[in-house]
């Protein structure tokens, strides 16, 4: 039978292993919590001091970049202003080249123009000597270059005798106008009728000019003055030195002037005058002018004359009058009646300039 004592020394045995295993147990667990502790700090410190290396490398790059930015915004400046000046070098010496360039362009244009003038001034001289000029125009076509026309003419020692304008009214679809004709004529007359009669009118009156004296003349003259009166048509004499009986010449000629912009007076009246001219025989006693129009390509004037076999053979004519050079063509054109010839740029025409 199993004593108290050694159930007391079995429980002291008991405990005592007890308290010896769990100080032994304390103290290895301790220290393996203090390495694995020790171990996560260092691991801690090293990525702490690598992250501090990072950053300062960072810091590092990011002055660099900045310092390099600062270096090429400087260099860029720097180049700018350079630029600048360069531009405004190159600015100031072309605006010099244009100024010289302009002067010199304008010196040669002085220079060509005074020439030009001398030449428009001295080739006229006696070019129509022995003729006398009448021009023929409806009211509205461009009176600069009528002008210009005009003063060759005036220039050229042919005897001037002003110009024929074919006003608005003049006009055989106009009711008004054909009262006012039939009214001249003294008859009861058919459109085609008071056309006619018109026409022939004007075209006596045109080819008439010098045979003062003459019943005939008269009577074309008192219809002239009442077609004037009823603002059909106008003689203007402006720088007109002769009058009829002053003439010393019968050699008439006539210069029909128009545009594009009047094809209505051109059809009506124009036309019919050149033909009723030419079937009464009259052969290289004037030329048809075409000017330039805004509205219209040029030659629906002088082409119907240039495609009409008579006329063609009769009128002179010429497309192209803008410039100095082309009038003094046409001045030398007219002087070479009744030589007729057909000038201009269109290609119905035989030649630029007459030779």
Known sequence: MINLRY?????????????????????????????????????????????????????????????????????????????????????????????????????????STLTLNAIETLIPRGRLEG?????????????????????????????????????????????????????????????????????????????????????????????MEKMANQGLVRHDRYLSLMTPDQLSSGDIRVLFINDAAHLAVHQEVLIPLLKEITERGERGIGAVVELASQNSPIGEVVNEIRNESGLAESWSTFDDVGSIEDRLGLLVGLSRLPS??????LPTADERFPR
């Open 131 to 223: 003729t006398s000029w009448m021009i023929v125009a409806p009211t509205g076509i461009d009176l600069v270059t009528m002008s210009e026309i005009r003063e060759i003419l005036t220039r050229s020692d042919g005897e001037y005798l002003g110009t024929f304008w074919m006003q608005p009214a003049m006009n055989f679809e106009n009711p008004q106008t054909l009262m006012a004709l039939a009214d001249i004529f003294g008859g009861a007359f058919s459109v085609s009728e008071i056309s006619d009669l018109t026409i022939s009118s004007i075209a006596s009156w045109l080819t008439s000019k010098g045979e003062v004296g003459s019943k005939d003349v008269e009577l074309v003259d008192e219809v």
């Open 340 to 345: 007729v010839g057909h000038y201009g740029s």
């Open 7 to 111: 159930h007391i020394v079995s429980v002291v045995a008991v405990f005592l292993a007890l308290g010896i295993g769990l100080a032994l147990g304390s103290t290895f667990v301790d220290s393996i919590l203090v390495n694995e502790l020790e171990d996560q700090v260092n691991e801690f410190k090293l990525g702490r001091d690598e992250a501090i290396e990072i950053a300062d490398l960072a810091v590092a790059e990011t002055e660099g970049a900045r310092e390099k930015i600062e270096a090429l915004g400087v260099e860029r400046l720097r180049e700018k202003q350079l630029h600048d000046l360069e531009l405004e070098d190159l600015r100031r010496s072309s605006t010099e080249q244009v100024t010289a360039i302009r002067e010199l362009s304008e010196a040669q244009q002085k220079t």
